[in-house]
């Protein structure tokens, strides 16, 4: 019995066992161009899905139409081709170096295993602050490159098929890309924002306070100005006058009045102030805590320049 053959497939043994099979070919200029010595570059679909709360978006596109990531967006693509592995090969892909240079990373199943039929699947990330257009015609919509290896042996495999991203992309879940860290910055900022306003809408307000207790002390003054001209008033008067017996009776009264005013309003500052000074240290510990995220973010971004540089010099052209 002849020894078995293992390793990475050629074009020739890649066509000859129909591993890669092209669906509605729209572009048949392009299609042999897509095989290498050793692998097969993937074109992009033309399905995506988006992120969005709740149940994930499914979107299509006209064949020429660009793919539109976002600033710090994400999608999740399907390729154009198929691929049909049978049970003694399996298959590795990535994302073509083209794309890389432009800020996309890729996030695909370790490997593309035996008895797999149907379009691969990656999540695609734009880690930078400009839109990446991938086009859907032309050599550009190669998006992927895939290369097959046999195994030593055949494996005992599970057969999986799908058509195409309608058939799995309710099980999306877009949790901690970037455009879920970017928006919670954003919300934070919003939400600080607002608190600040707040903040300074409490300080017009203590400056309207001061006015009145100024206000309020002035009239104090006047009063302790008129009260001994009313009581000069009052001697003058005899004591059995009615007249006097009020104005006597009545300066006591308001300068009570006054006093009450001023402690009230007193009580009223302590209050304004010890709320000021709460908001005030939780929005800190707040922007403390946003500091905190930024930095993380920064992190993860340079650990994604340093994935990215790695990609640039072993990913395939």
Not at 82 to 104: E, Q, S
Not at 146 to 157: G, K, P
Not at 179 to 202: F, G, P, V
Not at 271 to 299: F, I, N, P, S, V
Request: proline share 5%; with cysteine.
């Amino acid at each position: 019995m002849p020894e078995r053959r293992y390793g990475v497939l050629t074009r020739e043994e890649i066509k000859d066992e129909g591993l890669v099979q092209i669906k509605d070919e729209h572009d048949p200029t392009v299609a042999p161009t897509c095989y290498k010595s050793a692998s097969y570059d993937l074109r992009v679909g033309l399905e995506y899905v988006s992120p969005r709360q709740g149940t994930p978006e499914l979107r299509g596109l006209e064949f020429g139409q660009g793919l539109q990531i976002p600033p710090f967006g994400a999608v999740i693509v399907a390729s154009r081709e198929h691929v049909c592995i049978p049970d003694d090969v399996i298959g590795k892909f990535n994302l073509r170096v083209a794309y890389t240079l432009k800020g996309l990373i890729v996030q695909v199943g370790t490997q593309v295993e035996p008895g797999y039929h149907g379009p691969l699947f990656g999540l695609l990330q734009n880690t930078t602050d400009k839109l990446v257009e991938i086009p859907t015609k032309g050599p550009q919509s190669r998006l992927f490159t895939i290369e097959f290896h046999r195994l030593s042996q055949a494996a005992q495999v599970e057969k999986k098929s799908y058509e195409g991203l309608s058939d799995i992309y309710t099980t999306f879940s877009f949790e901690g890309t970037f455009n879920s860290i970017t928006t919670n910055l954003k919300n934070n900022n919003d939400n600080l924002s607002d608190a600040l306003r707040q903040i300074e809408k409490q300080r017009i307000g203590q400056a309207n306070f001061w006015v009145s207790l100024l206000f309020s002390v002035i009239l104090v003054l006047v009063i302790s100005v008129l009260a001994p001209m009313l009581l000069n008033i009052t001697f003058r008067w005899p004591l059995n006058d009615p007249t006097a017996k009020g104005i006597i009776d009545l300066v006591p009264r308001q300068l009570e009045a006054a006093k009450a005013q001023i402690d009230q309003l007193k009580a009223e500052n302590e209050r304004t102030k010890a709320d000021l000074e709460d908001r005030l240290k939780r929005w800190e510990e707040r922007g403390t805590e946003m500091q905190t995220r930024t930095a993380r973010l920064e992190e993860q971004i340079a650990a994604v320049r340093a994935r990215l540089e790695r990609t640039r010099e072993g990913a395939p052209r």
